[in-house]
């Protein structure tokens, strides 16, 4: 990441369109948003030069962009891994084995829960509910929700992540890596 | 009763997710002559007449909710839609925004033309940000083809449309917290009144309805809001979903006629959850997300009074939180014996402290103290007083608090504990059986007689 934080042209233009979902000099409700996009483009996630670039964007002084990027968890206050590893945590997907998953995942990468792994691949975070209970137990990474998971499902996610690591080395631009995987991943 | 599928007629047919498919369906065709031959003013009234209530959690009647929009202000009118489903066991407005996008943006259309909203927002979960580019994409569609924009369908109305994304917090799915959201702030409820039809998006008059709520407002016009009244039992009219997960082997989301599919039907039924799906007794169902009153398998199918209860707003809350419970936003799971419903309880109080947007003690102080007691007791480390102290924590949240995420919060303690407390007990009076985690499972506590 550059020590002076700035969108790419592509960013820019993204900005522009968001901007424009909003009446005339109501361009603060961009933030949220355009906070999504900061973290994509600027590292993964918002350290304070980020955040005050956002505020310069938007005109609007920077602890208004500090309290709202504190109040959301997607919204990452420190560094994390090139992939963050969602995992929910909450009731239906307990019943079914949430705990468990979770704790495999621990096991494997040789982590806790909210911890990095030292080559920086992987953080784990469990949350809560992700809005896909029938389909649980449920983990979320970046943009793709992988359902109905099981420990030999697991293994095999963060096998595919190596792979997609290794092939795109850059973790820059994952906003658009994953605007097109979205874009094919859609309903199955 | 089998289902009804109206708002998921289409759901499995891939046709649905574009808009030339789903013009081939027939789509938007209703829409135009809606636009062009109603007035806003008839709209209103056919949506009255339906009975149609919110599905997103209150159940509160839609028309009457849209006539309290003040329609005095000269200020500009705002329709958001309420697409941040966070209510644990909540899984279906992303079963319309994902495979039937074009007919949610039918009922923004029409929902907006009816209150005079001339640009309208779906607020969207963060999480769901795969969903979000599949709803740009279908907004995109609508407005190479004219359905948005200006002068639509040639009917001399303008009408915009867009999509914004919350950041992982249940509390924007209150209204006023999501408003607060729509603007650029920390999800923080606003103390009403003034409610957001009087003084909500930028202080302008705003109605706050949930994506199914708006889904089914074309088909209320389209065979009339006196026809729709006919579907189901009165005062529970129409269809709804409801997202079924837990312990059953068919999990997913079904469209109900209201009042016509009995509790016990819904849970054993091939055409419904199917039964256990670990061949063990169910032991108790959470009908309508986290929030509302659990209740014991005996209680769900049957009221106190021993009438077989049906799947509808009335029904469910039949005996009120002593013996029943509510539909809430039709998020349905179920338990069965090898749960522990302290564990259960634990994790929805962690859940509830997690949420809270901290601004009231009640809420901010009481969901952290519940946590850390049920922890506790989950650990087989609690006292017998902690029961009790619990169910006061829980009474002195219920209603003092700014929105109802602290009485959300409140219920599932006081109803785990009044119908499960013997296992609360037995977690202070054996603790040395249930230190693994997976107590309950080897062992399901026996609910005395
Ligand atoms: C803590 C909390 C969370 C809520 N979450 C949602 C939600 O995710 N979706 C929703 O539609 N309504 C939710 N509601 C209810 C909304 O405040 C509001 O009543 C609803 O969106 C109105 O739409 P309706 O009348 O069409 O149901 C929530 C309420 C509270 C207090
Ligand atoms: S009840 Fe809880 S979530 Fe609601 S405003 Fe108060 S502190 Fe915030
Ligand atoms: S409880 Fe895990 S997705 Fe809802």
């Known amino acids: 990441m550059p020590d002076t934080p700035a969108f790419s042209p592509a960013a820019l233009g993204e900005l522009g369109r968001i901007v424009s979902h909003y009446p005339e000099g109501k361009q603060k409700s961009a933030l949220i948003p355009v906070l999504h996009l900061a973290q994509a483009e600027l590292g993964g996630w918002l350290s304070v030069p980020v955040m005050d670039y956002v505020a310069s964007l938007l005109s609007i002084t920077p602890i208004e962009v500090y309290e709202v990027a504190s109040f959301y968890t997607m919204f990452n206050k420190e560094p994390v891994g090139r992939f963050k590893i969602e995992t929910c945590r909450t009731g239906p997907c307990a019943l079914n084995g949430a705990e468990d998953i979770i704790g495999h995942l621990e096991a494997t990468l040789g982590i806790r829960d909210g911890g990095t792994t030292p080559d920086g691949m992987f953080t784990l975070q469990s949350t809560e509910c992700l809005g896909a209970c029938g389909q649980g137990p449920v983990i979320m990474v970046g943009e793709t929700y992988h359902e109905l998971m099981t420990a030999a499902k697991v293994d095999a996610l963060l096998e595919e992540l190596r792979r997609q690591a290794a092939t795109m080395p850059s973790a820059a631009s994952t906003a658009t890596a994953a605007a097109t995987t979205a874009a094919t991943a859609g309903v199955k | ?449």
């Open chain 2, 1 to 449: 009763m089998a289902q009804r599928k109206m708002l998921l007629e289409y759901a499995d047919n891939p046709e649905a997710r574009s808009l030339e498919g789903w013009k081939r369906l027939g789509g938007y065709a209703q829409v135009e002559s809606i636009l062009k031959t109603r007035t806003p003013d008839s709209i209103m009234e056919e949506v009255k007449s339906s009975g149609l209530r919110g599905r997103g959690g209150a159940g509160f009647p839609c028309g009457l909710k849209w006539s309290f929009l003040d329609r005095k202000s000269d200020k500009p009118r705002y329709l958001v839609c309420n697409g941040d489903e966070s209510e644990p066991g909540t899984f279906k407005d992303r079963h319309i925004m994902e495979r039937l996008p074009h007919q949610l943006i039918e009922g923004m259309i029409v929902s907006s033309f009816a209150i005079g909203s001339k640009h309208s927002y779906i607020y969207v979960r963060g999480e769901y940000m795969y969903i979000l580019r599949i709803l740009e994409k279908a907004i995109d569609e609508a407005y190479a083809a004219g359905y948005l924009g200006k002068n639509i369908f040639g009917s001399g109305w303008d009408f915009d449309l867009s999509v914004h994304p919350g950041a992982g917090a249940y509390i924007c799915g209150e209204e006023t917290a999501l408003l607060e959201g729509l603007e650029g702030r920390r999800g923080n409820p606003r103390i009403k009144p003034p409610f957001p039809a009087v003084s909500g998006l930028y202080g302008c008059p705003t109605i706050v309805n949930n994506v199914e709520t708006i889904a089914a407002v074309p088909y209320i016009i389209a065979m009339g809001g006196d026809a729709y009244a006919g579907i189901g039992v009165k005062p529970s009219t129409g269809t709804k979903l409801i997202s079924a997960s837990g312990h059953i082997r068919k999990p997913g989301v079904y469209e109900i006629e209201l009042g016509k599919v009995s509790c016990e039907e819904f849970l054993h039924s091939e055409d419904y959850c199917g039964g256990p799906s670990n061949g063990r007794p169910f032991k108790a169902v959470i009908a309508g997300g986290s929030s509302v009153p659990v209740l014991p398998l005996d209680l769900f199918v049957k009221t106190a009074a021993g009438v077989p209860r049906m799947m509808s707003y009335e029904s469910l809350a039949e005996g009120g939180f002593v013996s029943g419970t509510s539909l809430g936003s039709g998020g349905l799971f179920v338990m069965d014996d090898s749960t522990c419903m302290v564990r259960n309880l634990w994790n929805l109080a962690r859940f509830y402290r997690h949420e809270s947007c901290g601004q009231c003690s009640p809420c901010r102080e009481g969901t952290a103290w519940m946590e850390k007691l049920l922890e506790r007791l989950e650990a087989g480390e609690g006292k017998l007083t902690d029961i009790d102290l619990l169910v006061e924590i829980s009474k002195k949240i219920e209603g003092n608090t700014i929105c109802p995420l602290g009485d959300a919060a409140a219920w599932p303690v006081a109803s785990h504990i009044r119908h499960f407390r013997h296992e609360f007990e037995h977690h202070v009076r054996f603790p040395e059986k249930i230190r693994d985690p997976k107590h309950n499972v080897a062992a399901p506590i026996p609910r005395p007689s």
